[in-house]
């Protein structure tokens, strides 16, 4: 069955030094991984897709398929990153429905 | 322009009430996702329509769940019999699949359901 997995429930960082939020998955075929971000009081949006391999935000993620994972990272935090990201996966193989994990908070001390 | 909405934002019912959740998705987004999210987890999958017709509905936990689109635009869950382990977020999210096969989903901001 596919799942994702994401094994901090809290990181708490200070101002300024890296973040890396692990995520790691299990799925037979090919897969689209995402992260999506939800701040205080907002909807759940989009981070980044793995296929566009683009920076937002100053984070990046590599789908790195041997050890099938899609780690989140950005080299300074910022108090603004500040709030709870999910790892999600696109089950192509059954419709396009999201499977995701249960979230990281990630804190950002001044 | 304006995103996805959802109504009520918060329902509280007593323990074998009928419900109705509501969602607008994104003006001209073929596909609809609905999702539920428990305290301490990610949003799971219920169910998801491609225009009117539910290309998926894997994710529903039982026949007291039941969804509509009639005209390929406004959903609507309907929960019937409730019960106080139904009490969650229920999110519908919403997209349009670009060429190449991207898709991207739209959230809505999610519907509190509090089952007494």
């Known amino acids: 069955a596919q799942r994702v997995t994401q094994p901090e429930k809290l990181l708490s960082v200070f101002k300024g030094a890296p973040v890396e939020l692990k995520c790691n998955y299990s799925?037979?075929?090919?897969?689209?991984l995402f992260w999506y971000v939800q701040y205080s009081r907002q909807r759940l949006q989009l981070l980044l897709r793995?296929?566009s391999r683009e920076s937002i935000k100053g984070f990046t993620a590599d789908l790195n398929k041997g050890e099938t994972s899609f780690h989140l990272k950005k080299p300074f935090a910022q108090e603004e990153d500040s709030a709870m990201y999910y790892c999600?996966?696109?089950?192509?193989?059954?419709?396009?429905?999201?499977?995701f994990g249960a979230g990281t908070i990630l804190r950002v001390k001044s | 322009g304006a995103g996805v909405s959802q109504t009520p934002s918060n329902k509280v019912t007593e323990k074998g009430k009928y419900v109705e959740l509501r969602c607008d998705p994104i003006?001209?987004?073929?596909?609809l996702y609905w999702y539920r999210q428990s305290l301490g987890q990610g949003p799971e999958f219920l169910i998801y329509?491609?225009?009117?017709?539910?290309?998926?509905d894997s994710g529903l936990p039982n026949d007291r769940f039941f969804a509509v689109r009639p005209e390929g635009s406004v959903s609507t869950l309907k929960i019937q019999r409730t019960e106080r382990g139904d009490s969650a977020v229920y999110l519908c999210?919403?997209?349009?699949?670009?060429?190449?096969?991207?898709?991207?989903?739209?959230f809505g901001p999610g519907t509190r359901l509090l089952v007494l």
């Open positions: 999210a919403s997209s349009l699949i670009a060429s190449g096969g991207q898709e991207t989903q739209y």
């Open positions: 799925y037979s075929g090919s897969p689209e």
């Open positions: 793995h296929i």
């Open positions: 999600a996966l696109r089950d192509m193989e059954y419709g396009n429905k999201l499977v």
């Open positions: 003006s001209g987004h073929t596909a």
């Open positions: 329509f491609q225009g009117t017709g539910a290309a998926d």
